[in-house]
């Protein structure tokens, strides 16, 4: 299995970024696929979180009204459109997937990707 992130970058507060994230290596139909996030000293964080099958997503409360997770079937990957992104927004974003039922826990997450990395100036 393989989780690709990509999509990182540089940008002002207030601005958008979409990520995304390649799934390959077998069938996601029965996985949840979510996105977390960690600033360097501190635990990971919930973003969101999609259910391949059905497309049912759910979020964290960090980014919730600001932020939509969404997947493309036919390309295998899985997106998160983050708007009027804030400097506390700054962290390394992970793609992530587990078989079954989605959680805001990280540690229950089975496949990740490498991360990218979005920083957000003032």
């Known amino acids: 299995v393989q989780l690709v992130e990509s999509g990182g970058g540089l940008v002002q507060a207030g601005d958008s970024l979409r990520l995304s994230c390649a799934a390959s290596?077998?069938?996601?139909?029965?996985?949840?696929m979510a996105w977390f996030r960690q600033v360097p000293g501190k635990e990971r964080e919930f973003v969101a979180a999609?259910?391949?099958?059905?497309?049912?997503?759910y979020y964290g409360d960090s980014m919730k009204g600001r932020c939509t997770i969404s997947r493309d079937n036919a390309k295998n990957t899985v997106y998160l459109q983050m708007n009027s992104l804030k400097p506390e927004d700054t962290a390394v974003y992970s793609c992530?997937?587990?078989?079954?039922?989605?959680?805001?826990?990280?540690?229950?997450?089975?496949?990740w990707g490498q991360g990218t990395l979005v920083t957000v100036s003032s």
């Open positions: 999609i259910y391949w099958n059905s497309g049912t997503t």
């Open positions: 290596g077998r069938s996601f139909g029965f996985y949840a």
């Open positions: 992530t997937a587990k078989r079954g039922s989605y959680s805001s826990t990280y540690s229950l997450y089975n496949y």
